[in-house]
């Protein structure tokens, strides 16, 4: 069994040669593929060049780029000399690069391009163990030129696997040779968590917290060796990572595309791929955009669609009581469950059989005719997200973890996958529910989700403070999240302990269900709930500018721009309206939960401003960034 994650690429490289691992675009566009062997040969060249230039086991390499068929050749590289990466994306500030640079001690780092090496010469001296630069794309004399002033050698990608090829025709096991030294509790990344709650932390994560899940997770969700992926996330964040480690192990293939709505529904029509994991705010854009197809078309189509959207969400309802993909928070009978859905599941199914052929296929043809499941993670899924898409019959797998966990803890099975959660507690890990008091809670209780496993970090880089805060000498962390078990094991995710709103009264209040809701609304595209201290909630609202736009002109609202717009008392009834029927007892929310006053933003939120890098509300940013705001609404008479 391998003992690394280059021990793991060997052996599938090996295995089959001449399955295509990786589909890249070239100049022109055009999806060209790599063989496993291929791979192999280009990692092994990289590493040797990388050996040349004095990395060793041990060392910290930064590997500063986005998604792109050099990424995983580099991650490769430096994990079979027993080198650690720290990785970051191009969207980093140079604060950020510059932090996660200097705290790791790199003295090497790989960039995508010019842009990110003059984020290095801006704070030159803040990285002072930094002399070494590997570019993945070319950069202009003036910019080498800086930075040879500063004592920085800058090579190219090109001349580093050149002079690594050069090295193994004299010495061709090497990549082999110095993989097979590595054992499973070796380092094998630095990844810095995404800020949702401010300072960023150095997860460090060992080949043995990834290669528990490979050793399960393809079995689990049912890859095929040559099924294509999707990849759009950020390939520096752990659930990217995992999944690009689950595609090898598989002997599977990657697909690079973009998180673009054009690029990325043509790239699905070019490489027809089996799965594409994303984040569920992609998800929402899918949906968003299905409507928006349908808002343009003849009234008739909108009728018929919104009348077999219908039909499926019923089908669905009925059908997962009776196949029991629902989950069970409470003692009850599966035999009454059963009874009482055969019949109407009975009566809906020619129905949706006739939407199948009239809206559901067309929609799903947009995917690709190969798509077997989509992968949702890096977040909650709205339920009404999943809801949309259970109905019409696109199979979407939401997981659940955390960058410590790297990241695995849970995941839908394709098998049976359990509506409203993140599938079953999976082998080799343990959870616990635990109450106010420290006191362990049985299924359907709400409290702190703990866990214990072979993922879990070996803690926070020179940090052994902070790690002592969430990991218990017994190995328990703390996630921090909210959420119980079912009677079948399942876990439901409910919240974040530090996003609980406390009002004055004493009242619990989780923003994240409230928000969901909010977000249900055709106008309203994102939401966050405020009011810990408070007599009573408020939120800050940013419109759907498209649609709220529409919405104007079907009414004849004069406006001259859209601010100004916004600022219409009839805008800001629409939206109160929207507000008032979403979080209201008839859908389950408390009186206390109720939104009093609220503010319309004009801009939406916005990655490494008030979104995190996997598009998580920043709620420390946000209070910062609208205080001006916030005070507004908790100051008023």
Known sequence: ??????????????????????????????????????????????????????????????????????????????????????????????????????????????????????????????????????????????????????????????????????????????????????????????????????????????????????????????????????????????????????????????????????????????????????????????????????????????????????????????????????????????????????????????????GNILVYKKVKTKLGKNFIAGVSGGGALPSAVDRFFDAIGVLILEGYGLTETAPVLGIRLKTHPVIGTVGPVHRGTEIKIVGKKGEILGPGQKGIIFVRGPQVMLGYYKRPDLTARILDKDGWLDTGDLGMLSYNGEIKITGRAKDTIVLRGGENIEPLPIEQRLGESVYIQQAVVLGQDEKFLAALIVPKQENLLAWAQENSIPYNDYEMLLQQPVVKELIDSEISTLVSPKNGFKPFERIFRFAILPGAFQPDRELSAKQEIKRHAINELYKKQIRALFSKE
């Open 1 to 354: 069994m391998a003992q690394t994650l280059a021990q793991m690429f060997l052996e599938v490289a090996a295995r089959q040669p001449d399955t295509v691992a990786q589909l890249s675009k070239n100049g022109g566009g055009v999806f060209r593929p790599t063989s496993y062997k291929e791979l192999k040969d280009t990692t092994a060249s990289f590493s040797a060049g990388l050996k040349l230039l004095g990395v060793s086991r041990g060392d910290k390499v930064g590997l500063i780029a986005d998604n792109r068929r050099e990424w995983l050749i580099a991650d490769l590289a430096i994990l079979g000399l027993g080198a650690a990466d720290v990785p970051r994306g191009c969207d980093a500030t140079v604060q950020e690069i510059t932090y996660i640079l200097s705290w790791s001690e790199c003295k090497f780092a790989i960039l995508e391009n010019e842009k990110q090496l003059k984020k290095i010469l801006e704070t030159r001296s803040s990285i002072p163990k930094l002399d070494t630069l590997i570019l993945f794309d070319p950069a202009e004399e003036s910019a080498l030129g800086e930075a040879k002033a500063q004592g920085i050698t800058v090579h190219a990608y090109q001349a580093i696997l050149e002079s690594g090829k050069a090295y193994l025709t004299d010495h061709p096991g090497f990549y082999q040779e110095e993989a097979a030294k590595g054992v499973r509790s070796d380092l094998a990344t630095l990844i810095y968590t995404s800020g949702t709650t401010g300072e960023p932390r150095g997860v460090m994560l060992s080949h043995g917290n990834f290669l528990h899940q490979t050793d399960y997770l393809p079995e689990l969700i049912g890859v095929n060796p040559g099924e294509i992926f999707l990849s759009v996330l950020p390939v520096w964040h752990s659930f990217e990572r995992i999944l690009q480690y689950i595609i090898l192990t598989s002997g599977a293939t990657i697909a690079y595309s973009k998180p673009i709505g054009s690029i990325l529904l043509a790239d699905m029509q070019a490489v027809q791929p089996h799965w594409f994991p994303s984040v569920p705010r992609i998800w929402e854009s899918v949906k968003d955009g299905i409507y928006k197809s349908i808002k343009q078309s003849s009234k008739v189509k909108q009728v018929l669609f919104g009348f077999f959207v219908g039909v499926g969400e019923s089908f669905a309802y009925f059908r997962n009581h009776l196949l029991g993909r629902y989950p069970r928070f409470s003692p009850g009978s599966r035999i009454l469950e059963i009874a009482a859905a055969i019949v109407p599941f009975l009566l809906f199914a020619p129905l949706w059989a006739l």
